[in-house]
């Protein structure tokens, strides 16, 4: 079992910036791939950046240049900057090995981006 615990979400101005965390724990394996995943009211989960044990990084198109994914070993990190109200959601880490769906989830953290 892999264990995952979030922080770091809140309310924040359009336009401002907002960094998410969370840890992994417990039996690790390897390959794997770590990531953020969002959920918006009546809508379903998206993915919006994964980052490999090897570093190798992917993201939703509409996060793009706004985004950053990091990894410090078994802490993956989201800076996200330029928020808009569209990026109003709950945030869910995930951890997963390679070609498969996520095996693991935290318990979600909420970032509302309004004024």
């Known amino acids: 079992q892999v264990q995952l615990a979030e922080s770091g979400g809140g309310l924040v101005q359009p336009g401002g910036p907002l960094r998410l965390s969370c840890a992994a724990s417990?039996?690790?394996?390897?390959?794997?791939?770590m990531g953020w995943y969002r959920q918006a009211p009546g809508k379903e989960r998206e993915l919006v950046a994964t980052?490999?044990?090897?570093?190798v990084t992917d993201y939703a198109d509409s996060v793009k240049g706004r985004f950053t994914i990091s990894r410090d070993k078994n802490m993956v990190y989201l800076q996200m900057n330029s928020l808009k109200p569209g990026d109003t959601a709950v945030y869910y880490c995930?951890?997963?090995?390679?070609?498969?769906?996520?095996?693991?989830w935290g318990q979600g953290t909420q970032v509302t981006v309004s004024s």
């Open positions: 417990g039996s690790i394996f390897s390959p794997n791939a």
């Open positions: 980052i490999t044990n090897f570093g």
């Open positions: 995930g951890f997963k090995g390679f070609g498969v769906p996520v095996d693991y």
